[in-house]
């Protein structure tokens, strides 16, 4: 089949994603103790317990590294929240969506692929991704759920370095990203 393999390729990726996701998620849950085993309700804020560091350029300037705090919302997305810092008063300067290459692909155009996101497994291949706080066994896991998505990242807070966000939202990107061509896009082993 071409393309992305059909709808049973599609299918037995989903599925391969989804037992990762749900072991990240796992991992997550494992790595703190959730705040609802002490009676207090979870809510969305909770659980972005997965700590990778990362830099990102945006207008031709190389930035961060950036503290991502992530955590998988369903079987095909993980949000993180990025700080400038691991200091607990830092402020949430950006967002990132790590979403299923089996989703991206047939669902963003390529010129908007090449345009906002980036593929994590050649970001992580570049050497400048750190899982921080995680055991060798479960950075990993980390990694192999990550390498199976694409980023978009979301920067909040410009001008960068301002007292105040202006309401200009900015789309950073993974140093060293390359846009793609369709063949690689489409590319079932991406």
């Known amino acids: 089949m071409s393309g992305r393999g059909g709808n049973v390729g599609n299918l037995e990726r989903s599925h391969g994603f989804r037992r990762w996701i749900l072991a990240g998620l796992a991992l997550g849950l494992v790595a703190r ?20 560091v990362a830099p990102h350029i945006l207008d031709g300037k190389v930035m961060g590294p950036f503290h991502h705090y992530c955590k998988a919302v369903s079987d095909t997305v993980i949000e993180c929240l990025i700080y400038d810092s691991d200091d607990p008063k830092a402020l949430l300067t950006q967002v990132e ?7 991206t692909t047939p669902n963003v155009p390529l010129d908007v692929w090449n345009k906002y996101y980036h593929d994590h497994a050649l970001e992580i291949a570049g050497g400048r991704v750190k899982v921080l706080d995680a055991s060798e066994a479960d950075t990993k896991k ?13 920067s909040l807070w410009q001008p960068d370095g301002s007292k105040a966000p202006l309401g200009e939202v900015k789309h950073p990107q993974a140093v060293g990203h390359k846009p793609m061509t369709e063949a690689e896009y489409k590319s079932p082993t991406r």
Do not use: C, N
């Open 33 to 52: 103790p959730s705040l609802g085993q002490e009676g207090k309700k979870l809510s969305p804020a909770d659980g972005h317990t997965i700590h990778v």
């Open 97 to 103: 969506y790590f979403v299923a290459k089996s989703v």
């Open 142 to 154: 980390i990694v192999e759920i990550a390498s199976k998505t694409d980023g978009i990242v979301f």
